[in-house]
C-alpha cells in the first residue's frame, strides 16, 4: 500500500513539474525550450541524489541517511528502515551465536563442528586440552590428519557411531578418551571426545579386585572342599543328622567354586580386548562337543536336544571366549527348560549375518526383564536360581565376549512358550572351515 502511494506520488509530481514548464514556455513562446530545460533539471537533481546515495553506502560511516525530499526521501528512509532491521537482526543472531558459545564453552567435553567430510569447522577449548586442536589454526583441516590412531582411522571409514571409540588422548598419555560423532543438522557432525580416564581406573580397580578376590577364594574352597570329601569318605562314621550336614556343605562349597570360576572367567574376558590375536575357530566341533559334554549335566532332566549346525562356517576369533558364550546359553537352557523339554541349537546363515541360535521350551521370560538379563548378577528369580546353582554372571560373560566380536545378542522369549536366545555376527567375521583329507 505505501509502496503504490510513493508511485502514485512520483507520477503526480513529474506530471505537476511537466505542466508547469509547459505552461511557462507557453507564456513566454518557447514551450519545448522549457520543457527540456525542466527534464534537464529534473535529471540533475535525481543524479546529484544518486550520488549522495552512492557516498552513503561506500564512503560514509554514518549509520543516518542523507537528508532529502520527495521520492528521494522515501527511498532513504526505506534504505535506513530496512538497514535497520537488519542490524536488529544481525544483533539478535549474534547473541544467539555468543550464547551457543558460552554454552559450548562450558562442556565438560571437547566438541568439534565437523563437515561431512571430516573436515574441523568450529571447536571449543576443550578440545586443545584433550585432543590438541586449535580451533585458529586447524580449521580446514580433517580430523584424522591429527588424531593419528589406526583404531579411529577404521571407526571412521565404518561409518557406525553407534558405539564410541576410545583412544589415549593425543596431547596427554595419562588421559583415556571417548569419542562420539552424530548427526548436527544436515551437513554437519558433531565431534565429541569426553575424558574417561577416572572411569576406567575405576574399572580396572574393580576388575583387580575381583581377579584378586576370586583368586585367593580358590585356595580356602580347595581345602574346604578336600576336607568335606575325606569326612564324606568316612560317612558310616556318622549318622544321618551329620550326613546331611556334610552333603549341603559340599553343595555349597562346589556352588561357591563355580561362582568363582565364572568371575575369572568375566575378569579375564573384560581384560581381553586386543582383537590383533583374534584366529580362525571351527565353530561347528566347539558346538558339537558342547552338546557331547553336557549330556551328563542332562541325566536328571533328560531334556531332549536337537541340532542344525552348518559345518562349513568358521569365526575369526577367540576360540575359548566363542566356547564359553556358547556353552553358557546351552547351560542356562538346561538348567531352567522343564524336564523331557526340548532344546534345539542351530549354527547357519540367515540374511547377511550367521547365528547361533538355542532354542527351548521351558517357562519363559517377562518382557521387563528381558533387557535387563546381562547385567551382572541379575536374576529373575532368585530362588530358582539358587536351585539351579546360577550366578547370574553367564549372560553378562556372553555379552562381554560379543562386544569383543562386534557380534550382538538378541532373546525372543513368550511366558509358558519358551525362549531362544541367538547370537549374530557378521559376515565379515566367517572364515570357511579347512577340511582335512
Known amino acids: 500500500m505505501h509502496f503504490q502511494l ?34 534537464l533539471g529534473i535529471i540533475a537533481w535525481h543524479y546529484r541524489h544518486l550520488y549522495e546515495l552512492i557516498n552513503w553506502i561506500w564512503q560514509s560511516k554514518a549509520i543516518s541517511p542523507p537528508q532529502a525530499d520527495g521520492v528521494w526521501g522515501d527511498i ?12 536488529q537482526k544481525q544483533k539478535s543472531l549474534n547473541d544467539k551465536l555468543r550464547q551457543f558459545r558460552d554454552g559450548a564453552e562450558a562442556l565438560p567435553d571437547a566438541a568439534l563442528v565437523l563437515a561431512k567430510d571430516f573436515t574441523i569447522q568450529w571447536g571449543n577449548k576443550k578440545a586443545q586440552n584433550l585432543l590438541g586442536v586449535r580451533t585458529a589454526g586447524d580449521i580446514g583441516l580433517r580430523i584424522d590428519n591429527l588424531i593419528r590412531y589406526p583404531e579411529f582411522s577404521l571407526y571412521l571409514e565404518e561409518h557406525n557411531w553407534e558405539n564410541p ?70 560317612q558310616d562314621a556318622f549318622n544321618p543328622h551329620w550326613q546331611k550336614t556334610f552333603k549341603t556343605i559340599e553343595s555349597q562349597v562346589s556352588r561357591m567354586d563355580r561362582l ?128 539351579t546353582g546360577g550366578s547370574g554372571l553367564g549372560l553378562a560373560i556372553v555379552k562381554h565376549v560379543l562386544n569383543h566380536h562386534n557380534a550382538e545378542l538378541t532373546i525372543i522369549s513368550e511366558v509358558g512358550k519358551g525362549s531362544e536366545f541367538i547370537i549374530f555376527f557378521d559376515l565379515k567375521s566367517i572364515t570357511p572351515i579347512k577340511k582335512t583329507p
Open 165 to 234: 571409540c576410545h583412544i589415549v588422548s593425543p596431547v596427554n598419555s595419562e588421559l583415556h578418551l571417548e569419542l562420539r560423532f552424530m548427526a548436527y543438522g544436515t551437513e554437519h557432525l558433531l565431534f565429541i571426545a569426553r575424558d574417561v580416564s577416572k572411569i576406567r581406573r575405576l574399572e580396572e580397580m574393580r576388575r583387580d579386585f575381583v581377579a584378586n578376590v576370586s583368586h585367593e577364594l580358590k585356595t580356602p574352597l580347595t581345602v574346604v572342599r578336600g576336607y568335606v570329601e575325606m569326612i564324606q569318605m568316612e
Open 260 to 387: 568363582v570360576e565364572q568371575l575369572l572367567v568375566l575378569s579375564r574376558t573384560e581384560i581381553n580386548v586386543d582383537n590383533y590375536d583374534q584366529q580362525e575357530v571351527n565353530v561347528p566341533e566347539i558346538i558339537e562337543n558342547l552338546v557331547s559334554d553336557s549330556q551328563w549335566l542332562n541325566q536328571e532332566k533328560q531334556h531332549i536336544i536337537t541340532t542344525d549346525i552348518d559345518g562349513n562356517i568358521g569365526l575369526l576369533g577367540f576360540e575359548t571366549e566363542l566356547k564359553s558364550a556358547f556353552s553358557n546359553l546351552l547351560s542356562n537352557a538346561i538348567a531352567y527348560t522343564q524336564s523331557n523339554g526340548n532344546i534345539h541349537i542351530s549354527w547357519s546363515k540367515q540374511g547377511d549375518k550367521v547365528k547361533y541360535s538355542v532354542r527351548d521350551n521351558g517357562p519363559g521370560i517377562e518382557k521387563e526383564h528381558i533387557h535387563r538379563l546381562t547385567e551382572r548378577f541379575y536374576r529373575i528369580d532368585k530362588s530358582r536360581s539358587r536351585d
Open 6 to 39: 510513493i508511485i502514485k506520488t512520483l507520477f503526480l509530481r513529474l506530471g505537476t513539474w511537466l505542466a508547469f514548464s509547459a505552461i511557462v514556455g507557453y507564456i513566454i513562446g518557447s514551450v519545448w525550450v522549457v520543457v527540456a530545460l525542466a527534464c
Open 76 to 87: 532513504y528512509n526505506g534504505l535506513y528502515r530496512q538497514t535497520k532491521k537488519h542490524r
